[in-house]
């Protein structure tokens, strides 16, 4: 067995929020490499400065635009309660006490070190939970399922919170005149379109914008807020958590179903986690505690204080805080930060869909890459075009932002919720915490998210069943996949030829050899592919090197150099190679198997040949699964993306021989 001398360095993934799907040559496994992946230097100075300001613009955009509405729903909801001295200043000690909970503790100080080889998100945390200690298949299972329903609840974040913020910030148009009422929505339609449509182009050319813009924006935030504390300063009684015990208290249940819009503060927490290997736990800190929540706080105590004034004020609360000269720019810059705080979420879906792609919950879709450098900054057209059409079906169904907050927090709270029980997983058999210490965490964490998930559940008969339905279906396509690859894999394992017999045979009855590689990619290194079995019993010839190859998906986000690949010498000409990547990098066969150097084996771009297996599935009543999910199964196989493309391969070099399997 060879070691590579000199193998290609990995390329860095970007913010794990995205997906794509398993390679139909491609086997997910779980490892234990010893290599972490890390920042290699603790950023410090104007590299700190720089990721910091990264952070603003694309960690921050979602919790950033909050402001926008989360306060005001509060009093002007569906469930508002009426703007009096005590509920202002209790709904606003819960949303300051939120904020400390569970972005400043919860998320900035524990999740945060859950990383999985410097990487985070909801699917990195459960790859790094699922195989940590032996456990019993039912408990993994239940993890995994959580792990991916966490997971699927995402892509309704990815329509909610497009179509929430820009709606929130143009109805800032019609405090200024009530002639835009009726443009607000089609305003809307069309910035959300063009939003879609530039996404092909990727965020490099508008991404150092988005840093810039979002310190300008926070910076105006603490600026609207700080005018209205200074002439109401008793807004800072706030901070005593006793208002919000009290609010509690005096309300009942109408106080506890005000915990649905307090939740709009801490939409963005999964951003923090997820875009975690992008800068770095470091600057995401930095960013929060020095500019983000100081902002945050200011915004919604000059709101509290505003409505202590007026409580009239509660339908445009965000807006009457500005004066009237500011008003049409504040529009404008509202809208550039939800076109962000989108932009943020819509990039996140294309990670999230990779990552599932990658670790075998997806089939294959085509993914473009739309920058040179930056191996993260992908286009996946299919889930640009969907999650398109859902956030504009939202718009048009919801009309305002008002009506669609009733949508939005039930798919987060859920994640949230899923994200503590993962953690508390991590802390006891990762970290090596006692069951007490890891326990109190969980509870405190799972009490807190509890609570918020019973206040938003209430919302389903009014828009909350959209999240649920959609995350129920992805979750349905996700372990149909999973489950029919499983399947498949044992049917092909059934019908293999053992390696060591078919070599035998090759010895015993040899076929003429002709010049050339010939390259077989097969699922497992276990068996003979089935390709090369199909091309000696049609043509009736082998070449003269011939190489089995096999590609692994690690559970972990980049694998090391030392373990990119292996290749061993089967003699006669005879090789096998098994290559391995991290589920946020993306395969490039040519570019591995040229940096192989093991004597005899070589592989040249004009005498490479690629031999690819091509399964049509027959869907019948053998034990397996459901008729309905194998039709399924087949329809997701027959759309999956080209394995010639997912694996970079080049198409004149690449031949296909079919087969049909009954699943």
């Avoid at 305003?187 to 914008?209: E, P």
Wanted: glycine share 10%; net charge positive.
């Amino acid at each position: 067995m060879t070691q590579p001398a000199r193998p290609t360095p990995p390329a860095r993934g970007a913010p794990p929020r995205a997906f794509a799907r398993i390679p139909p040559f491609a086997e997910t496994r779980r490892t234990s490499l010893p290599e972490t992946i890390r920042f290699a230097v603790k950023p410090q100075g104007a590299y700190l400065f720089a990721l910091s300001l990264g952070a603003l613009g694309v960690v921050y955009g979602d919790i950033g635009t909050s402001p926008l509405y989360a306060m005001r729903e509060c009093f002007h909801g569906a469930h508002a309660v009426p703007a009096t001295h005590d509920n202002v200043l209790g709904v606003l000690s819960l949303i300051f006490w939120s904020l400390i909970i569970v972005i400043s503790i919860k998320y900035l100080v524990f999740v945060l070190r859950a990383d999985n080889r410097g990487e985070g998100g909801i699917l990195a945390l459960m790859a790094l939970a699922s195989p940590s200690r032996e456990r019993s298949r039912g408990a993994t299972m239940l993890l995994v399922a959580m792990g991916l329903f966490g997971a699927a609840l995402l892509y309704g974040d990815g329509m909610i919170t497009p179509a929430i913020t820009v709606l929130g910030a143009l109805e800032g148009l019609e405090v200024a005149t009530p002639i835009f009422r009726h443009w607000v929505v089609p305003l809307a339609i069309l910035i959300l379109v063009g939003l879609f449509l530039i996404q092909r182009r990727g965020t490099a050319g508008i991404g150092a914008m988005f840093g810039p813009v979002m310190m300008i924006w926070f910076v105006v935030l603490a600026a609207l807020g700080v005018p209205q504390m200074v002439r109401n300063p008793e807004v800072f009684d706030a901070l005593n958590p006793l208002y919000g015990a009290r609010f509690f208290v005096v309300n009942g249940w109408h106080g506890f179903l005000v915990l649905g819009s307090v939740f709009l503060v801490v939409t963005g927490g999964e951003a923090l986690y997820a875009d975690m290997g992008h800068f770095g736990a470091r600057p995401i800190r930095l960013a929060w505690f020095t500019l983000v929540l100081p902002a945050l706080t200011l915004n919604y105590f000059g709101q509290g204080a505003l409505l202590l004034r007026e409580p009239d004020a509660a339908q445009q609360l965000f807006y009457r805080m500005a004066p009237e000269w500011a008003l049409y720019p504040l529009v404008v810059l509202s809208t550039v930060a939800a076109c962000i705080a989108s932009q943020a979420v819509i990039s996140g879906s294309y990670s999230l869909t990779r990552q599932a792609v990658q670790l075998g919950y997806a089939p294959r879709l085509a993914i473009e890459h739309t920058s040179a450098r930056e191996i993260g900054q992908i286009y996946i057209p299919s889930i640009n075009w969907w999650l398109m059409a859902g956030t504009i079906g939202l718009v048009l169904f919801f009309q305002n932002a008002s009506n669609l907050a009733a949508a939005y927090g039930v798919a987060v709270t859920a994640t949230m919720a899923i994200t503590t029980v993962l953690l508390f997983v991590v802390a006891r058999d990762v970290w090596g915490w006692s069951l007490w210490k890891a326990g109190s965490l969980a509870v405190l964490f799972l009490t807190i998210d509890l609570a918020f998930f019973g206040a938003n559940i209430i919302k389903v008969a009014h828009g909350g069943w959209f999240p649920l339905l959609l995350a129920a279906l992805v979750f349905t396509l996700m372990t149909t996949w999973r489950k029919g690859r499983g399947i498949l894999n044992a049917k092909l394992r059934e019908t293999t030829l053992p390696i060591d017999s078919f070599l035998k045979s090759i010895a015993l009855h040899p076929h003429a050899r002709v010049k050339g590689t010939a390259v077989y990619m097969s699922r497992t290194a276990e068996g003979t592919p089935l390709a090369l079995l199909h091309n000696l019993k049609h043509n009736k010839v082998l070449h003269e090197r011939v190489v089995f190859l096999t590609v692994l998906t690690e559970e972990v986000p980049v694998v090391s150099r030392k373990s990119r690949w292996t290749c061993t010498d089967l003699g006669s000409g005879f090789y096998q190679v098994i290559v391995r990547y991290g589920f946020m990098e993306d395969p490039d066969i040519p570019e591995i198997l040229g940096t192989i150097d093991t004597p005899g084996v070589g592989f040249p771009p004009a005498e490479t040949t690629y031999f690819l297996g091509k399964e049509t599935i027959l869907a019948t009543k053998h034990p397996g699964m459901a008729i309905w999910r194998e039709k399924l199964f087949g329809i997701m196989t027959r759309n999956a993306g080209s394995a010639t493309s997912f694996f970079r391969l080049p198409p004149n070099r690449v031949v296909e021989l079919g087969a049909q399997i009954e699943m």
